[in-house]
């Protein structure tokens, strides 16, 4: 499998798989025209794509779903809840391309094993994704307010987490967002930590993790210096060697590179 990280973050997130002949867009969280230009960036033409997968109904994940659905003729999948809240935003999608799946329940998109999982987040019903194709796996787990033993067992020998690294708590606590939307992004609904990304891979670790990009960092309570020494610090202080270990951060404006599984 081929992955490309396009866009992530609050301003809009999408990423690309390649696997065969299948390519795959997760999420299309921002308009068209950047989501087109991205895909040619990377080398994949929009109209070649075989489905567009949604983690959940929030606008920095749904933006341009709808516009890329109607103009290249694609399949879009997501649960049920997650359709109901997403159709009223995306204008029409045609019925042919309206495809529902059942979290939990593992489904195809071609030659790639796709299985949704369950995440806390304050949306319908979000979910994070296993891609699974030729023995390998890429676990992709974002917009999560906590880590479950669960979720432990689902990135558990990953071959690439897509993991996030939404925030630094002082940076948070201290920083000029209200009240309210600090006391909803630390919730258990809310966005992973720096703190807890570290100590997920931690705990990944022995089950044979090596690679993880973080992503969906917050451009207000982090950096991408700030998230990477965070998981290097987590990793070091377990006594894990760095040399042994591919870490990266995905961009918020641009694509990130592009990531062989
Ligand atoms: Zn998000
Ligand atoms: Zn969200």
């Known amino acids: 499998m081929i992955f490309s990280p396009l866009y992530s973050g609050s301003t809009g997130n999408a990423s690309v798989l390649t696997a065969g002949k299948t390519r795959i867009l997760v999420d299309g969280g921002l308009p068209g025209k950047a989501l087109t230009d991205a895909l040619n960036a990377v080398g994949v033409d929009p109209a070649s794509l075989s489905g567009i997968v949604i983690t959940h109904e929030h606008s920095d994940h749904i933006k341009g779903v709808g516009v890329m659905s109607r103009k290249y003729d694609i399949p879009v999948y997501a649960n049920e809840n997650t359709w109901k809240a997403m159709a009223p935003l995306i204008g029409g999608v045609a019925m042919k391309n309206v495809r529902t799946f059942i979290t939990g329940q593992n489904f195809y998109i071609g030659d790639v094993d796709l299985t949704p999982f369950p995440l806390s987040h304050d949306a319908a019903e979000p979910v994070g994704y296993v891609f699974f194709h030729k ?9 999560t307010g906590r880590v479950t033993e669960a979720l432990r067992e689902k990135a558990a020998g990953a071959d690439l987490l897509f993991l996030e690294s939404n925030h630094d708590v002082d940076l948070l606590r201290t920083g000029p967002y209200p009240e309210k939307l600090k006391r909803r992004i630390l919730s258990d609904r809310g966005h992973l930590s720096n703190d807890a990304a570290g100590e997920l891979l931690i705990k990944l670790y022995p089950t044979g993790v090596r690679r993880a990009i973080l992503a969906h960092l ?10 990477l020494g965070s998981a290097r610090a987590y990793l070091n202080a377990a006594g894990i060697p760095l040399d042994d270990y591919f870490l990266a951060v995905a961009h918020y404006d641009r694509v990130t590179g592009i990531f062989e599984i």
């Open 135 to 143: 023995g390998s796996r890429l676990v992709y787990m974002t917009d």
């Open 218 to 227: 917050s451009r207000e309570n982090n950096t991408e210096d700030i998230a």
